[in-house]
């Protein structure tokens, strides 16, 4: 907006003339002096000056007489408020273009204020004309002494700063949108700042002479360098030019050049600070927001550790196969041992057990009391070491899966019978006393007779074995819904609850004075459970303590849970 | 008339024990010491039954068992194989041999004798 006080100037004879309005009304006074010869040359020179002064101002003008009626007015003032002249000189201000003007802030003005003081600037009025809608002005007042007569004439500058007022309530808005937008782009490079850095792959981003721009925190953790050498630097050259890899170059200057986006460039190399490193290159090329400048984002995936962990699962499943071929190799040089070592055993102890048979059977004629009872010595250590050798075959085939079952209908009554005499010889020398229990109707189950038995004749010569002279031993059986329960108990040692577990361990001797004379392999206890849970039933030790006896209790299926 | 059995073991121990066993339950026993000598005696003596080991010197129990069966003139003659390999795969061997026994090592010398007769018709 053009400021009125520019054209402020002082006429030749030293008359003050304020503004560009002024002048106009001044030439006006001139107008009407003409005929006054005294002042003729000079009004001649001032009315050309206001002229000029006229042409150039734009803003509306207009003077008033002492009552207020308008006495002359500017062009632009009937331009601008669309009157038209013949319907505005002589007329009452207030009463111009159908009383538009009748403002009364304007009056206030003319009435009040200007009265008392010669000169008021900026008065502001709005108001809203018929014509020309609402408009803001600023007023500009002056009174003026007629330079004839006493009378005073009023000089009003209108400018009309409406559009001002717009303009900067709309650089205000702006302004406001401005730091809002500003605001929101903070909390955008904030955010995706944020974001760089909470990622935890290092990210870089380069301009196209890829000079580093911006570097994530992690980069810096990452690739031990610090801000103030890196910002700004060629990537080539970052931590003493570790950064020339050959590969990146490839990247950033062949492949980059031709596609925006690259995943997954694989690169390996050997930093000197932090060692060997294969990394993992993402690539993007990004527009910048403002100009045309592209920018290289480039996110680099550490994979080294993930490298190693998958050489080492390569190498880890390598060794599993290499040993699952060694488990098959060592499963089957382990039954050819046991096969071995069988057939070995065997062949002496054929020699052993079978001639000191003959002889304990005098074939070939008698021997006396000594020699038959040593003899029998033999033959009793050659019948244990057989026994032996029975029982860890059965371990070993149990435990390597190979102990098949050869299922039948067996007639349980008969054969719990059948084995309760076989130890009756141990139990009556002895002198224990065997107690049966065995319920009348008892079905006949599927099962293996061989192992049936073996399992009934172990747990009852370690009842035998491990009661003293005098005690008791027994056997109960009966039926539970599918299954037949057996507890074969005595009143022997017992077990110290320390030993609950060792005893199904194998070779496990309970250790008392009177356990020491006792035969046995520490077998037969681990041998019977395995084979009642091949039958698919269950089996438990109980057992109260040292001297308290001990019951075992098991059970066999009736019909057998195994496929046969 | 007495019963003939021929006794093929590589192992002099088991050859005397159970040719004892067998001589007192009154048998006339022959020994060979290895199969092909066995063969041989058991064409020339034709015995009431054979009583073999599995693992002889100079072939397998098994085979000398086959080359026994394949000949007319002993292919009838009872097999009784003893043998220290009583485990599965011992006994797998020979299950397919027609006219044969088994009986497992350490050897039950009070029945021996009894257990070989239940093979002679």
Same mark, same amino acid.
């Given at each position: 907006?053009?400021d009125k006080?520019?054209?402020?100037?002082?006429s030749?004879?030293g008359?003050?003339i304020?503004?560009?309005?002024e002048?106009?009304?001044i030439?006006?006074l001139h107008?009407e002096?003409a005929g006054?010869k005294?002042?003729?040359?000079?009004a001649?020179?001032?009315?050309?000056?206001?002229?000029?002064?006229?042409?150039?101002v734009?803003e509306?003008l207009?003077?008033?007489d002492?009552?207020l009626?308008?006495v002359?007015?500017?062009r632009?003032?009937?331009e601008?408020?669309?009157?038209k002249p013949?319907?505005?000189?002589?007329?009452?201000?207030?009463?111009?273009?159908?009383?538009?003007?009748?403002?009364?802030?304007?009056?206030?003005?003319?009435?009040?204020?200007l009265?008392?003081k010669?000169?008021?600037?900026n008065?502001?009025?709005?108001?809203?004309?018929?014509?020309?809608?609402r408009?803001?002005?600023l007023?500009?007042?002056?009174q003026?002494?007629?330079?004839?007569?006493k009378?005073r004439?009023i000089l009003l500058?209108?400018?009309?700063?409406?559009?001002?007022?717009e303009?900067?309530?709309?650089?205000?808005?702006?302004?406001?949108e401005?730091?809002?937008i500003k605001k929101?782009?903070?909390?955008?490079s904030?955010?995706?700042e944020?974001v760089?850095n909470?990622?935890?792959?290092?990210?870089?981003?380069?301009?196209q002479?890829?000079?580093?721009?911006?570097?994530?925190?992690?980069?810096?953790?990452?690739?031990k360098?610090?801000p103030?050498?890196?910002v700004g630097?060629l990537?080539?050259?970052?931590?003493n030019?570790?950064w020339?890899i050959?590969k990146?170059?490839?990247l950033?200057?062949t492949?980059?050049?031709?596609?925006?986006?690259?995943?997954?460039?694989?690169?390996?190399?050997n930093?000197?600070?932090i060692g060997r490193?294969i990394?993992?290159l993402?690539?993007r090329q990004?527009?910048?927001g403002?100009?045309?400048?592209?920018?290289i984002?480039?996110?680099?995936e550490?994979?080294?550790?993930r490298?190693e962990?998958?050489?080492?699962?390569?190498?880890?499943?390598k060794e599993?196969q290499?040993?699952?071929?060694?488990?098959?190799?060592?499963?089957?040089?382990?039954?050819?041992?046991?096969?071995n070592?069988?057939?070995?055993?065997r062949?002496p102890?054929?020699?052993?057990?079978?001639f000191?048979e003959?002889?304990y059977d005098?074939?070939f004629?008698?021997?006396?009391g000594?020699?038959?009872?040593?003899?029998?010595?033999?033959?009793?250590?050659?019948?244990h070491l057989?026994?032996?050798?029975?029982q860890?075959?059965?371990?070993?085939k149990v435990e390597?899966?190979?102990?098949?079952l050869?299922?039948?209908d067996?007639?349980l009554?008969?054969i719990?019978?059948?084995?309760?005499?076989?130890?009756?010889?141990m139990?009556?020398?002895?002198?224990?006393?065997i107690?049966?229990?065995i319920a009348?109707?008892?079905?006949?189950?599927e099962?293996d007779?061989l192992?049936?038995?073996?399992?009934?004749?172990?747990l009852?010569s370690?009842a035998v074995k491990f009661?003293?002279?005098?005690g008791?031993?027994?056997?109960r059986?009966k039926?539970t819904?599918?299954?037949?329960e057996?507890?074969?108990?005595?009143?022997g040692?017992?077990?110290?609850?320390?030993?609950?577990?060792?005893?199904?361990e194998?070779?496990?001797?309970?250790?008392t004075p009177y356990?020491?004379?006792t035969?046995?392999t520490?077998?037969?206890l681990?041998i019977?459970?395995?084979?009642?849970e091949?039958?698919g039933?269950?089996?438990?030790?109980l057992?109260?303590g040292?001297g308290?006896?001990?019951?075992?209790?098991?059970?066999?299926?009736?019909?057998s849970k195994?496929?046969? | 008339?007495?019963k003939?059995?021929?006794?093929?073991?590589?192992?002099?121990?088991n050859? !005397?024990?159970? *040719? #004892?066993?067998?001589e007192?339950?009154?048998?006339? +026993?022959f020994l060979a010491?290895? =199969?092909?000598?066995g063969i041989?005696?058991?064409k020339?003596?034709?015995?009431?039954?054979i009583?073999?080991?599995?693992?002889?010197p100079?072939m397998?129990g098994s085979?000398?068992?086959r080359?026994l !069966?394949?000949? *007319? #003139?002993?292919?009838?003659?009872?097999i009784?194989? +003893?043998?220290?390999s009583?485990m =599965?795969?011992g006994k797998e061997?020979?299950?397919?041999?027609?006219?044969?026994?088994f009986?497992?090592?350490p050897?039950?010398?009070?029945?021996?004798?009894?257990?070989?007769?239940?093979?002679?018709k």
């Amino acid at each position: 907006m053009k400021d009125k006080r520019k054209n402020k100037e002082f006429s030749e004879d030293g008359v003050k003339i304020h503004t560009a309005p002024e002048r106009r009304i001044i030439e006006k006074l001139h107008q009407e002096i003409a005929g006054s010869k005294k002042t003729e040359r000079e009004a001649q020179g001032s009315r050309e000056f206001a002229e000029s002064i006229i042409n150039t101002v734009r803003e509306p003008l207009i003077s008033l007489d002492q009552d207020l009626r308008v006495v002359a007015v500017s062009r632009s003032f009937y331009e601008f408020f669309k009157v038209k002249p013949e319907e505005t000189v002589g007329q009452l201000i207030y009463d111009l273009g159908n009383k538009q003007w009748d403002i009364p802030r304007l009056r206030e003005l003319l009435e009040t204020i200007l009265p008392q003081k010669t000169t008021f600037d900026n008065y502001e009025v709005e108001h809203d004309f018929a014509t020309i809608g609402r408009r803001i002005m600023l007023l500009n007042a002056r009174q003026i002494e007629r330079v004839l007569g006493k009378e005073r004439i009023i000089l009003l500058a209108i400018e009309d700063i409406t559009e001002r007022r717009e303009i900067e309530k709309g650089l205000e808005k702006t302004r406001k949108e401005l730091e809002v937008i500003k605001k929101s782009a903070d909390e955008v490079s904030e955010f995706s700042e944020s974001v760089i850095n909470t990622v935890r792959e290092p990210l870089i981003s380069l301009d196209q002479d890829l000079r580093v721009v911006t570097v994530s925190r992690s980069f810096y953790e990452c690739f031990k360098v610090k801000p103030e050498e890196t910002v700004g630097q060629l990537i080539y050259d970052l931590g003493n030019k570790q950064w020339d890899i050959p590969k990146l170059r490839e990247l950033l200057e062949t492949i980059l050049p031709q596609k925006t986006t690259f995943d997954n460039y694989e690169v390996e190399h050997n930093f000197s600070t932090i060692g060997r490193r294969i990394m993992l290159l993402n690539a993007r090329q990004i527009e910048r927001g403002t100009g045309k400048e592209r920018i290289i984002l480039l996110a680099i995936e550490d994979i080294t550790e993930r490298r190693e962990i998958e050489k080492g699962l390569e190498k880890t499943h390598k060794e599993l196969q290499d040993l699952a071929v060694e488990l098959k190799r060592t499963t089957r040089a382990k039954s050819e041992f046991l096969a071995n070592m069988s057939h070995e055993l065997r062949t002496p102890l054929n020699s052993i057990n079978g001639f000191s048979e003959i002889l304990y059977d005098e074939t070939f004629g008698p021997l006396n009391g000594v020699q038959k009872e040593y003899v029998n010595f033999v033959l009793t250590s050659g019948k244990h070491l057989l026994l032996l050798i029975n029982q860890i075959l059965d371990m070993s085939k149990v435990e390597a899966g190979k102990m098949q079952l050869t299922l039948s209908d067996l007639p349980l009554k008969s054969i719990l019978n059948e084995i309760s005499l076989l130890v009756a010889d141990m139990v009556s020398k002895k002198k224990l006393q065997i107690l049966l229990e065995i319920a009348e109707d008892l079905p006949n189950i599927e099962a293996d007779e061989l192992r049936v038995k073996e399992i009934l004749y172990n747990l009852l010569s370690n009842a035998v074995k491990f009661t003293p002279e005098g005690g008791k031993i027994g056997m109960r059986a009966k039926q539970t819904d599918s299954e037949i329960e057996i507890v074969v108990w005595d009143t022997g040692v017992g077990i110290a609850p320390e030993n609950m577990e060792k005893i199904f361990e194998g070779f496990f001797r309970v250790d008392t004075p009177y356990s020491r004379i006792t035969e046995g392999t520490g077998l037969g206890l681990p041998i019977a459970k395995k084979l009642v849970e091949l039958h698919g039933g269950n089996f438990s030790v109980l057992s109260e303590g040292l001297g308290k006896g001990t019951q075992v209790r098991f059970s066999l299926p009736i019909r057998s849970k195994k496929a046969v | 008339m007495k019963k003939r059995a021929l006794i093929v073991d590589d192992n002099g121990n088991n050859l !005397r024990m159970e *040719k #004892d066993l067998l001589e007192v339950a009154g048998f006339e +026993v022959f020994l060979a010491r290895d =199969a092909s000598s066995g063969i041989a005696m058991a064409k020339k003596e034709k015995p009431d039954v054979i009583v073999m080991d599995v693992r002889l010197p100079d072939m397998r129990g098994s085979e000398a068992a086959r080359i026994l !069966r394949e000949d *007319k #003139d002993t292919s009838d003659i009872p097999i009784v194989f +003893v043998t220290a390999s009583v485990m =599965a795969e011992g006994k797998e061997e020979i299950k397919n041999i027609t006219n044969s026994g088994f009986i497992g090592k350490p050897i039950n010398t009070r029945n021996f004798a009894k257990e070989i007769n239940r093979f002679i018709k």
